[in-house]
């Protein structure tokens, strides 16, 4: 089994910066696709930002284009999530999920590919 835990979320103010982290409990992470998804009360979840095994393939939400940045360091097991220009619209609770797969190449941005989550951490963009 693997187990996901997200950190670095917290209150910021709009056009603030927030450095978001999952560290996976396996050191064969490189097996494993990730992504982040969030969720705010009332709304779906959605995709926010995926990325391959080896972190040289990427998906945005056009809603987080220029302002969001994916990556991962296989070393250290750990996926990040670099916010900028935060805005209140991005409030919402955040998770990382990853799924283990074959493909080096590809990423994965639907729920329905993923089985194994994070609890998530919490982001709130105050106007």
């Known amino acids: 089994q693997v187990e996901l835990v997200e950190s670095g979320g917290g209150l910021v103010q709009v056009g603030g910066s927030l450095r978001l982290s999952c560290v996976v409990s396996?050191?064969?992470?490189?097996?494993?696709?990730m992504a982040w998804f969030r969720q705010a009360p009332g709304k779906a979840r959605e995709i926010v930002a995926a990325?391959?095994?080896?972190?040289?393939?990427?998906y945005y939400a056009d809603s987080v284009k220029g302002r969001f940045t994916i990556s991962r360091d296989n070393d250290k097991n750990t996926g990040y999530l670099q916010m900028s220009s935060l805005k209140p619209e991005d409030t919402a609770l955040y998770s990382c999920?990853?799924?283990?797969?074959?493909?080096?190449?590809?990423?994965?941005?639907?729920?329905?590919?993923?089985?194994?989550w994070g609890q998530g951490t919490q982001v709130t963009v105050s106007s």
């Open positions: 999920a990853v799924k283990n797969t074959f493909s080096t190449q590809q990423f994965y941005r639907n729920v329905y590919d993923y089985s194994t």
């Open positions: 396996r050191r064969s992470f490189e097996s494993y696709a």
């Open positions: 990325i391959n095994r080896r972190g040289q393939n990427t």
